[in-house]
């Protein structure tokens, strides 16, 4: 009794612990998750409008009166993905995309904000390549999407921001990741033969058992029916047609069986069991035989 007394209470006391670490921790967590500050610039959308690969004779872009003959146009979405709302006295350095001198960005532009009533605004220093976005206040969710036109096909950048609350800036540029084309291995061919090689068998094979189940069910049950044939010739031909699943040998032990039987008028009727027992023994051969070739096809391979 005094054992029980003294597991429960130290029972007692452990829940205690966790309950109060768990209320204290907790609490705090919630308000980490609570007042998180995140924000995501992510490139949506790259076509490259004229390039190397991508050219119409006689035709001649030109941008300000500057002729290009390179051009592509990029989307660039920046999101507020984080749990706070990001306001203007919280900025102590504006979100600044930077392009690199081989982008050779003509021109930045916000083309679209959601919700429609955001204000953002942007700085293009062409210069230096730089873009600098500013907005009064971006609550949880709200996106500006900036397009960006270079005269270039290589497009990269990087991002600064000092926000309070924000360590850092999640940049995705999955578009710009090229993803070649691998090679298709010669291997592929040989081994997708033989994988629709084993499924024609395989479906041959089911089709055997169906068949072979069904019979053996229609012997047991007493269904099995033999047709009233004229002769011995009669019922080789008959073997033939209705085991033609089996194996060549199979059907040969069979016919062989009943060969050895005297032909006469009413064969089939004299020797009704005898045929039966003889189709019995080569059902339970057929199927040892599809056994080996599904332990063959599944098992071997």
Known sequence: MKNSSFNLANTLGVAGLVIGILGVAGPIAWDFYKTRTELEVRVSGYTILIGNNIKLDGLSVQYKGEKLDQLAQATVSLTNIGRTPIVEKDVIQPITIAFTPDTKVVEVRVDSVTPSDLVAHIAFDRANGSA??????????????????????????????????????????????????????????????????????????????????????????????????????????????????????????????????????????????????????????????????????????
């Open 132 to 301: 600098t976005i500013a907005a009064p206040l971006l609550n949880p969710g709200d996106k500006i999407n900036i397009g960006v036109i270079a005269s270039s096909e290589h497009f990269d950048f990087s991002v600064a921001a000092r926000i309070a609350g924000l360590s850092s800036v999640a940049v995705s540029k999955e578009l710009l990741v090229a993803k070649p084309k691998r090679p298709i291995s010669w291997t592929v061919y040989p081994v997708g033969v033989f994988s629709i090689f084993l499924a024609l068998v395989s479906i041959s094979l089911f089709k055997d058992w169906r068949k072979e189940s069904a019979m053996k069910n229609a012997v047991r049950e007493g269904r099995f029916e033999i047709p009233r044939l004229p002769n011995k010739a009669a019922v080789m031909t008959w073997i033939e047609s209705q085991f033609s699943c089996a194996m060549p040998s199979e059907r040969r032990a069979l016919k062989t069986n009943i060969d050895a039987l005297t032909d006469t008028p009413d064969f089939v009727e004299k020797n009704r069991d005898h045929i039966l027992r003889a189709v019995q023994g080569l059902l339970g051969q057929w199927h040892r035989t599809l056994g080996r070739a599904w332990s063959l096809l599944f098992v071997e391979f």
